[in-house]
């Protein structure tokens, strides 16, 4: 059992993902030998990159890390657990109400599949208060995001408003 290699899920949408993802990624391989980023949707939201492009943007961040593998997901994240046979699950918090939401989420996904562990980890002080749709909204209107995305991402969103 010392033997197996300790891994885990961190899901999101990762649209864009941030400064603040990345942090909570690369924390999380200080505890798990392999990290899994499963890339879903949020069918709430429209999204600004397609799957591929955020599969992309990911693979080039971690590009010198064999210990972050990117996936992506439709469905269930209890269905590509079982599918994978990775039962625990990385999520990020920011603040108290991002704990309300996740602990709801948590619960039901272990309803789901008992097996499934959540463990939550708090976001670095210098990141607590970026989240995607900040980035976006900041992003759409010219703002300056260089200091909460990674140079490919913020590339990306350029050639986007350019394009727009």
């Known amino acids: 059992m010392s033997g197996e290699k300790k891994r885990a899920i961190y899901p999101g ?8 993802h990345v942090d909570i990624a690369l924390r999380s ?3 798990f030998d392999e990290l899994i980023i499963s890339i879903g949707d949020n069918r709430n939201k429209q999204p600004l990159f397609s799957k591929e492009q955020r599969i992309a943007q990911i693979n080039e961040i971690f590009s010198d890390n064999e210990a972050i593998r990117v ?3 439709d469905g269930l994240l209890v269905d590509l657990a079982r599918g994978m046979n990775i039962f625990t699950i990385i999520r990020g918090l920011r603040a108290v109400s991002d704990f309300e ?9 272990r309803k789901m599949e008992p097996r499934v562990e959540s463990f939550f980890m708090m976001t670095s002080e210098k990141y607590f208060y970026i989240s995607s749709s900040m980035v976006r909204q900041v ?3 010219n703002g300056d995001i260089s200091d909460f995305v990674p140079p490919n991402v913020l590339a990306d969103l350029k050639s986007r408003q350019k394009r727009s």
């Open 13 to 20: 949408s990762f649209d864009p993902i941030t400064f603040g």
């Open 71 to 73: 996936v992506s997901f």
């Open 139 to 141: 992003s759409e209107m």
């Open 29 to 31: 391989l200080k505890i």
């Open 101 to 109: 939401y996740e602990f709801q989420l948590s619960s039901f996904n």
